[in-house]
Protein backbone atom coordinates (compact mmCIF):
# COMPACT_ATOMS: atom_id res chain seq x y z
CA UNK A 1 0.00 0.00 0.00
CA UNK A 2 1.23 3.49 -1.34
CA UNK A 3 2.56 6.15 1.57
CA UNK A 4 -0.30 9.08 1.63
CA UNK A 5 1.84 12.05 0.37
CA UNK A 6 1.69 15.47 2.92
CA UNK A 7 -0.53 17.02 0.06
CA UNK A 8 -2.79 14.15 -0.06
CA UNK A 9 -3.00 14.58 4.00
CA UNK A 10 -3.87 18.15 3.72
CA UNK A 11 -6.85 17.10 0.85
CA UNK A 12 -8.58 14.97 2.66
CA UNK A 13 -8.58 16.63 6.39
CA UNK A 14 -9.67 20.37 4.29
CA UNK A 15 -12.45 21.84 5.81
CA UNK A 16 -14.61 24.73 5.38
CA UNK A 17 -16.00 26.83 8.52
CA UNK A 18 -20.11 27.22 7.49
CA UNK A 19 -22.38 29.18 9.00
CA UNK A 20 -25.93 27.69 8.39
CA UNK A 21 -28.51 29.67 8.55
CA UNK A 22 -32.80 28.64 8.60
CA UNK A 23 -34.46 30.24 5.96
CA UNK A 24 -36.48 32.81 7.32
CA UNK A 25 -39.96 31.34 5.55
CA UNK A 26 -39.40 28.32 7.95
CA UNK A 27 -38.51 29.86 11.28
CA UNK A 28 -41.74 29.13 13.32
CA UNK A 29 -40.30 30.68 16.74
CA UNK A 30 -39.25 34.47 18.23
CA UNK A 31 -36.39 35.19 18.11
CA UNK A 32 -35.62 32.92 15.31
CA UNK A 33 -32.65 30.73 16.05
CA UNK A 34 -29.42 31.55 15.69
CA UNK A 35 -27.34 29.77 13.24
CA UNK A 36 -25.45 26.78 13.17
CA UNK A 37 -21.97 26.51 13.35
CA UNK A 38 -20.37 23.77 11.26
CA UNK A 39 -17.07 22.58 9.95
CA UNK A 40 -17.72 20.90 6.83
CA UNK A 41 -15.30 18.82 5.11
CA UNK A 42 -13.88 19.54 1.68
CA UNK A 43 -14.34 15.93 0.24
CA UNK A 44 -17.93 15.57 1.65
CA UNK A 45 -20.99 16.74 0.35
CA UNK A 46 -23.60 18.97 2.07
CA UNK A 47 -26.59 16.31 2.81
CA UNK A 48 -24.19 14.56 4.97
CA UNK A 49 -24.51 17.27 7.11
CA UNK A 50 -28.25 17.19 7.79
CA UNK A 51 -28.00 15.18 11.05
CA UNK A 52 -25.56 17.85 12.65
CA UNK A 53 -27.82 20.63 11.26
CA UNK A 54 -31.62 19.43 11.93
CA UNK A 55 -30.93 19.11 15.79
CA UNK A 56 -30.12 22.81 15.35
CA UNK A 57 -33.35 23.84 14.01
CA UNK A 58 -35.94 21.08 15.03
CA UNK A 59 -37.37 23.31 17.41
CA UNK A 60 -38.11 26.31 15.10
CA UNK A 61 -39.35 23.92 11.88
CA UNK A 62 -42.59 24.07 10.89
CA UNK A 63 -45.30 21.16 10.62
CA UNK A 64 -44.54 18.93 7.75
CA UNK A 65 -42.52 16.51 5.64
CA UNK A 66 -38.72 17.06 5.47
CA UNK A 67 -36.76 18.24 1.99
CA UNK A 68 -33.50 19.49 3.09
CA UNK A 69 -31.80 21.37 0.40
CA UNK A 70 -29.32 24.38 0.77
CA UNK A 71 -28.83 27.52 -1.04
CA UNK A 72 -26.17 30.39 -1.31
CA UNK A 73 -27.30 33.49 -2.36
CA UNK A 74 -30.42 32.16 -3.38
CA UNK A 75 -28.63 29.77 -5.85
CA UNK A 76 -30.27 26.05 -4.99
CA UNK A 77 -26.43 24.02 -4.48
CA UNK A 78 -26.57 20.84 -6.37
CA UNK A 79 -26.08 18.21 -3.57
CA UNK A 80 -23.45 15.87 -5.63
CA UNK A 81 -20.94 18.16 -6.06
CA UNK A 82 -18.49 17.85 -2.92
CA UNK A 83 -18.51 20.84 -0.50
CA UNK A 84 -14.98 22.74 -1.20
CA UNK A 85 -15.92 22.33 -5.24
CA UNK A 86 -18.96 24.30 -4.46
CA UNK A 87 -16.89 26.43 -1.96
CA UNK A 88 -14.21 27.21 -4.68
CA UNK A 89 -17.18 27.60 -7.76
CA UNK A 90 -19.20 30.25 -5.95
CA UNK A 91 -16.76 31.92 -3.32
CA UNK A 92 -14.33 33.85 -5.85
CA UNK A 93 -13.36 35.70 -2.58
CA UNK A 94 -13.06 33.07 -0.33
CA UNK A 95 -15.59 34.01 2.28
CA UNK A 96 -15.07 32.42 5.81
CA UNK A 97 -17.32 31.56 7.16
CA UNK A 98 -19.58 30.38 4.58
CA UNK A 99 -22.95 31.62 4.74
CA UNK A 100 -25.28 29.52 3.42
CA UNK A 101 -28.96 28.92 3.93
CA UNK A 102 -31.09 25.41 4.77
CA UNK A 103 -34.14 24.38 3.85
CA UNK A 104 -36.29 21.98 4.97
CA UNK A 105 -39.65 22.75 2.59
CA UNK A 106 -39.57 23.35 -0.93
CA UNK A 107 -37.71 21.22 -2.53
CA UNK A 108 -36.84 22.97 -5.69
CA UNK A 109 -37.25 19.97 -8.26
CA UNK A 110 -37.28 22.07 -11.36
CA UNK A 111 -33.15 22.52 -10.38
CA UNK A 112 -32.26 20.15 -8.51
CA UNK A 113 -32.25 16.39 -8.65
CA UNK A 114 -34.34 14.48 -6.34
CA UNK A 115 -32.02 13.72 -3.02
CA UNK A 116 -32.89 11.08 -0.20
CA UNK A 117 -30.61 11.80 2.21
CA UNK A 118 -27.13 9.76 2.14
CA UNK A 119 -28.49 7.02 0.36
CA UNK A 120 -28.38 9.16 -2.18
CA UNK A 121 -24.77 10.36 -1.81
CA UNK A 122 -23.73 7.09 -1.63
CA UNK A 123 -24.94 5.96 -4.92
CA UNK A 124 -23.79 8.81 -6.66
CA UNK A 125 -20.33 8.40 -4.99
CA UNK A 126 -20.17 4.91 -6.24
CA UNK A 127 -21.32 5.78 -9.31
CA UNK A 128 -18.43 8.27 -10.04
CA UNK A 129 -16.22 5.65 -9.10
CA UNK A 130 -17.07 3.07 -11.39
CA UNK A 131 -16.90 5.54 -13.81
CA UNK A 132 -13.69 6.53 -12.88
CA UNK A 133 -12.58 2.78 -12.75
CA UNK A 134 -14.07 2.50 -16.42
CA UNK A 135 -12.10 5.73 -18.39
CA UNK A 136 -8.74 4.21 -16.33
CA UNK A 137 -8.93 0.47 -17.19
CA UNK A 138 -11.26 0.39 -19.51
CA UNK A 139 -13.54 -1.37 -17.54
CA UNK A 140 -14.96 -0.67 -13.74
CA UNK A 141 -14.97 -4.98 -12.43
CA UNK A 142 -12.86 -3.88 -9.80
CA UNK A 143 -15.59 -1.97 -8.20
CA UNK A 144 -18.27 -3.89 -9.29
CA UNK A 145 -17.10 -6.71 -7.30
CA UNK A 146 -16.20 -5.39 -4.08
CA UNK A 147 -17.12 -7.32 -1.01
CA UNK A 148 -19.71 -5.82 0.62
CA UNK A 149 -17.58 -5.32 3.52
CA UNK A 150 -15.19 -3.14 1.42
CA UNK A 151 -17.59 -1.46 0.42
CA UNK A 152 -19.18 -0.54 3.54
CA UNK A 153 -15.62 0.30 5.04
CA UNK A 154 -14.96 2.50 1.88
CA UNK A 155 -17.88 4.83 1.86
CA UNK A 156 -17.45 5.04 5.92
CA UNK A 157 -13.93 6.47 5.43
CA UNK A 158 -15.64 9.09 2.86
CA UNK A 159 -18.43 9.67 5.39
CA UNK A 160 -16.67 10.50 8.01
CA UNK A 161 -13.99 12.71 6.60
CA UNK A 162 -10.89 11.00 8.59
CA UNK A 163 -10.39 7.72 8.43
CA UNK A 164 -7.82 8.20 5.71
CA UNK A 165 -5.69 4.71 6.15
CA UNK A 166 -9.02 2.88 5.90
CA UNK A 167 -9.59 4.50 2.86
CA UNK A 168 -6.28 3.83 1.36
CA UNK A 169 -6.73 0.38 2.07
CA UNK A 170 -9.94 -0.40 0.13
CA UNK A 171 -8.96 1.86 -2.58
CA UNK A 172 -5.70 0.23 -3.25
CA UNK A 173 -7.39 -2.63 -3.64
CA UNK A 174 -9.38 -1.46 -6.78
CA UNK A 175 -6.42 -0.96 -9.08
CA UNK A 176 -7.46 2.21 -10.25
CA UNK A 177 -3.84 2.65 -11.50
CA UNK A 178 -0.34 4.71 -10.95
CA UNK A 179 0.49 7.25 -13.09
CA UNK A 180 4.43 8.19 -13.74
CA UNK A 181 5.09 12.05 -11.73
CA UNK A 182 6.39 14.06 -14.25
CA UNK A 183 7.95 16.23 -11.59
CA UNK A 184 10.69 14.42 -10.34
CA UNK A 185 11.34 13.31 -13.83
CA UNK A 186 11.73 16.79 -15.10
CA UNK A 187 14.38 17.64 -12.02
CA UNK A 188 16.44 14.74 -12.64
CA UNK A 189 16.43 15.01 -16.50
CA UNK A 190 17.05 18.90 -18.37
CA UNK A 191 16.16 19.68 -21.88
CA UNK A 192 19.27 20.70 -21.85
CA UNK A 193 20.48 16.77 -21.25
CA UNK A 194 17.74 15.76 -23.41
CA UNK A 195 18.64 17.85 -26.84
CA UNK A 196 22.33 16.27 -25.87
CA UNK A 197 21.42 12.83 -25.86
CA UNK A 198 18.88 12.88 -29.19
CA UNK A 199 20.06 15.58 -31.12
CA UNK A 200 18.01 18.33 -32.25
CA UNK A 201 17.05 17.62 -35.74
CA UNK A 202 13.64 15.38 -35.00
CA UNK A 203 10.70 16.90 -32.53
CA UNK A 204 9.84 14.66 -30.33
CA UNK A 205 7.29 12.62 -30.42
CA UNK A 206 3.83 12.73 -28.27
CA UNK A 207 3.27 9.51 -26.60
CA UNK A 208 0.21 9.13 -24.27
CA UNK A 209 0.70 7.87 -21.04
CA UNK A 210 -2.73 7.67 -19.18
CA UNK A 211 -6.48 8.80 -18.95
CA UNK A 212 -7.65 10.90 -16.10
CA UNK A 213 -11.29 11.04 -14.61
CA UNK A 214 -11.75 15.21 -14.33
CA UNK A 215 -14.59 17.00 -14.06
CA UNK A 216 -14.47 20.48 -15.01
CA UNK A 217 -16.67 23.36 -14.14
CA UNK A 218 -16.04 26.63 -16.49
CA UNK A 219 -17.69 30.17 -16.20
CA UNK A 220 -17.25 33.06 -18.23
CA UNK A 221 -16.92 36.95 -17.86
CA UNK A 222 -17.25 39.15 -20.59
CA UNK A 223 -15.82 42.23 -18.43
CA UNK A 224 -11.86 41.70 -16.93
CA UNK A 225 -11.47 42.31 -13.51
CA UNK A 226 -8.23 42.78 -11.28
CA UNK A 227 -9.59 41.57 -7.96
CA UNK A 228 -11.58 38.58 -7.24
CA UNK A 229 -14.03 40.74 -5.04
CA UNK A 230 -15.26 42.86 -8.16
CA UNK A 231 -15.82 39.40 -10.06
CA UNK A 232 -19.65 38.47 -11.24
CA UNK A 233 -21.86 36.37 -8.74
CA UNK A 234 -22.77 33.28 -10.12
CA UNK A 235 -26.36 33.61 -9.44
CA UNK A 236 -27.54 30.75 -11.86
CA UNK A 237 -26.41 27.18 -12.61
CA UNK A 238 -26.81 28.44 -16.49
CA UNK A 239 -23.92 30.12 -16.49
CA UNK A 240 -21.46 27.37 -15.12
CA UNK A 241 -20.21 25.02 -17.96
CA UNK A 242 -20.15 21.12 -16.41
CA UNK A 243 -17.39 19.06 -18.91
CA UNK A 244 -17.01 16.27 -17.73
CA UNK A 245 -14.69 14.13 -20.35
CA UNK A 246 -11.24 11.93 -19.51
CA UNK A 247 -7.78 13.79 -19.95
CA UNK A 248 -5.20 11.75 -22.39
CA UNK A 249 -2.14 12.76 -20.89
CA UNK A 250 0.55 12.85 -23.45
CA UNK A 251 4.56 13.38 -22.88
CA UNK A 252 6.94 14.59 -24.99
CA UNK A 253 10.49 14.00 -24.49
CA UNK A 254 12.14 17.38 -22.84
CA UNK A 255 8.85 18.39 -21.64
CA UNK A 256 6.15 17.77 -19.12
CA UNK A 257 2.26 17.63 -19.44
CA UNK A 258 1.13 20.69 -17.79
CA UNK A 259 -2.29 22.18 -16.25
CA UNK A 260 -2.26 24.84 -18.92
CA UNK A 261 -2.08 22.01 -21.67
CA UNK A 262 -5.48 20.24 -19.95
CA UNK A 263 -6.72 23.17 -19.91
CA UNK A 264 -6.57 23.62 -23.62
CA UNK A 265 -7.48 20.26 -24.34
CA UNK A 266 -10.51 20.18 -22.30
CA UNK A 267 -11.62 23.73 -24.07
CA UNK A 268 -10.01 23.76 -28.00
CA UNK A 269 -13.02 26.28 -28.74
CA UNK A 270 -11.61 28.79 -26.89
CA UNK A 271 -7.38 28.10 -27.70
CA UNK A 272 -6.47 28.08 -30.86
CA UNK A 273 -3.20 26.00 -32.28
CA UNK A 274 -3.99 23.29 -29.25
CA UNK A 275 -1.60 20.09 -30.46
CA UNK A 276 -3.89 17.78 -28.44
CA UNK A 277 -6.92 15.68 -28.83
CA UNK A 278 -9.03 13.47 -27.34
CA UNK A 279 -8.97 9.88 -29.04
CA UNK A 280 -13.27 9.99 -29.18
CA UNK A 281 -13.00 6.31 -28.66
CA UNK A 282 -15.74 4.58 -26.60
CA UNK A 283 -14.91 5.35 -23.18
CA UNK A 284 -15.34 8.65 -23.46
CA UNK A 285 -18.79 8.64 -23.82
CA UNK A 286 -20.83 12.31 -23.15
CA UNK A 287 -23.95 13.16 -21.25
CA UNK A 288 -26.60 15.03 -22.90
CA UNK A 289 -25.82 18.03 -20.08
CA UNK A 290 -22.08 18.04 -21.40
CA UNK A 291 -23.69 18.18 -24.93
CA UNK A 292 -25.56 21.04 -24.59
CA UNK A 293 -22.84 22.60 -22.26
CA UNK A 294 -19.98 22.52 -25.37
CA UNK A 295 -22.72 23.37 -27.64
CA UNK A 296 -23.09 26.43 -25.39
CA UNK A 297 -19.52 27.19 -25.11
CA UNK A 298 -18.82 26.94 -28.77
CA UNK A 299 -21.29 29.56 -29.59
CA UNK A 300 -19.97 32.07 -27.32
CA UNK A 301 -16.85 32.61 -28.30
CA UNK A 302 -13.23 31.43 -29.42
CA UNK A 303 -10.38 33.26 -27.96
CA UNK A 304 -10.09 33.46 -23.78
CA UNK A 305 -7.67 34.66 -21.00
CA UNK A 306 -7.69 32.08 -18.16
CA UNK A 307 -8.57 34.38 -15.11
CA UNK A 308 -8.88 31.76 -12.43
CA UNK A 309 -8.39 28.04 -11.54
CA UNK A 310 -8.99 26.68 -8.72
CA UNK A 311 -8.60 22.96 -7.55
CA UNK A 312 -9.09 21.78 -3.83
CA UNK A 313 -9.11 25.67 -2.84
CA UNK A 314 -5.54 26.24 -4.34
CA UNK A 315 -4.58 28.23 -7.05
CA UNK A 316 -2.11 26.36 -9.18
CA UNK A 317 0.33 27.86 -11.57
CA UNK A 318 -0.41 26.73 -15.21
CA UNK A 319 2.94 25.41 -15.71
CA UNK A 320 2.50 22.97 -12.84
CA UNK A 321 2.81 19.41 -13.82
CA UNK A 322 -0.44 17.72 -14.58
CA UNK A 323 0.93 14.48 -12.97
CA UNK A 324 1.39 16.23 -9.87
CA UNK A 325 -2.48 17.55 -9.49
CA UNK A 326 -3.29 14.06 -10.35
CA UNK A 327 -1.51 12.37 -7.56
CA UNK A 328 -1.81 14.31 -4.67
CA UNK A 329 -5.26 16.24 -5.37
CA UNK A 330 -7.71 13.95 -6.54
CA UNK A 331 -11.21 13.47 -4.70
CA UNK A 332 -12.04 9.96 -2.83
CA UNK A 333 -14.31 9.01 -6.34
CA UNK A 334 -10.78 9.52 -8.12
CA UNK A 335 -12.09 12.31 -10.13
CA UNK A 336 -9.79 15.75 -10.70
CA UNK A 337 -12.35 18.46 -9.92
CA UNK A 338 -10.99 21.81 -11.95
CA UNK A 339 -12.72 24.76 -11.62
CA UNK A 340 -12.23 27.86 -14.32
CA UNK A 341 -13.01 31.20 -15.25
CA UNK A 342 -12.54 32.40 -18.26
CA UNK A 343 -12.45 35.91 -20.03
CA UNK A 344 -13.58 35.71 -22.93
CA UNK A 345 -13.54 37.72 -26.48
CA UNK A 346 -16.52 37.19 -28.86
CA UNK A 347 -15.04 36.80 -32.43
CA UNK A 348 -17.29 37.60 -35.24
CA UNK A 349 -17.55 34.94 -37.91
CA UNK A 350 -18.75 37.12 -40.24
Not at 12 to 40: D, F, K
Not at 140 to 163: A, F, T, Y
Not at 268 to 279: I, L, V
Not at 323 to 328: A, G, M, Q, T
Request: net charge negative.
Amino acid sequence: MQEMTEAQKYVWEGAIPLQIHLHESEVTTVPPPPPAPILAPRIGYLPLLVSLVKPHFSSALPPGVDTVWFEYKGLPLKWYIPTGVLFDLLCMEPERPWNLTVHFRGYPSNILLPCEGEDSVKWSFINSLKEASYIINGNCKNVMNMSQPDQVELWHSVLNSGNLESYQRVSSKLKLGSFEDEYMGNINSSPEKSQQNTGETDAPAQVKIGRIPVRLYVWTVSKDFDDLEDAPQIDSWDKVSYINRPVEIHKEEGKYFSLHDVVKQLLPEFFFGSNFTNDGDATSKRSAEEEENSTKLSCKAEIAEIKLVRIQGIEPKLQIPFSWLVHNLMNPEHFLHICVCLKVSEVSTT
